[in-house]
């Protein structure tokens, strides 16, 4: 079984940071891409920031400049260093990886269960 398990949202004041983690375990053979989405009460989930196993980033035009997304792929670690918080920024954040399992070839997606991020004064 494949598992991806988030940490760090908590609640934090306007202008502040937080770092989000998100480890990959269970029987992996690889991983591709791996992102994060965020989703607040009433709208659509969307993409934060995506990186690919190369290394190459991806974010949305709302965080831009403020959100770093990192990995660590000897770890399945994937990383969104969150500075200049915003309180439209409060939302449940999710991470996302494409994973191939020990003994298959077929890609699949994998969401962690999504840590809350709170800004507020």
């Known amino acids: 079984q494949v598992q991806l398990v988030e940490s760090g949202g908590g609640l934090v004041q306007p202008g502040g940071s937080l770092r989000l983690s998100c480890a990959a375990s269970?029987?992996?053979?690889?991983?591709?891409?791996m992102g994060w989405y965020r989703q607040a009460p009433g709208k659509q989930r969307e993409l934060v920031a995506g990186?690919?196993?190369?290394?190459?980033?991806n974010y949305a035009t709302s965080v831009k400049g403020r959100f770093t997304i990192s990995r660590d792929n000897a770890k399945n670690t994937v990383y969104l260093q969150m500075n200049s918080l915003k309180p439209e920024d409060t939302a449940v954040y999710y991470c996302?990886?494409?994973?191939?399992?020990?003994?298959?070839?077929?890609?699949?997606?994998?969401w962690g269960q999504g840590t809350q991020v709170t800004v507020s004064s």
């Open positions: 996302n990886a494409e994973i191939v399992k020990s003994g298959w070839t077929a890609l699949h997606d994998y």
């Open positions: 269970g029987r992996i053979s690889s991983i591709n891409a």
């Open positions: 990186i690919t196993s190369g290394g190459s980033t």
